[in-house]
C-alpha cells in the first residue's frame, strides 16, 4: 500500500510540476511545461510539454539542453537487440 501510495503521490506531483512551471518549450500543448533539472530523476518524464506536443514519441527531448535518461536507455537496448522502436 506504501508503494502505490508513493507512487501516485509522485506522479501526481510530477504531473502538478510539468504544467504550472519551469521553461516553455516549443509546442501547442497548452500550459504543459518542462522541467529539465528533473528530467536526471525522471528518465526524462518531465519533460511535459514535449510529451504532450508528440505523446507516441519514445524519445522526449528536442532540444540539445534536455536531457532524457530515458531515451539512453532505449537507445542502448536497440543496439543490443533487446527493444525495437
Excluded at 15 to 26: K, M, P, Q
Excluded at 58 to 67: P, Q, R, V, Y
Amino acid at each position: 500500500v506504501c508503494h502505490l501510495l508513493g507512487y501516485l503521490i509522485l506522479f501526481g506531483l510530477l504531473n502538478t510540476l510539468g504544467h504550472n512551471n519551469s521553461y516553455i518549450a516549443n509546442s501547442k500543448a497548452g500550459r504543459a511545461a518542462n522541467v529539465n533539472w528533473l528530467s536526471w530523476f525522471t528518465a526524462g518524464e518531465s519533460l511535459h510539454k514535449n510529451h504532450h506536443s508528440n505523446p507516441t514519441a519514445a524519445k522526449f527531448s528536442i532540444h540539445k539542453k534536455e536531457h532524457d535518461p530515458g531515451w539512453w536507455a532505449i537507445w542502448l537496448l536497440t543496439k543490443f537487440k533487446l527493444a525495437k522502436v
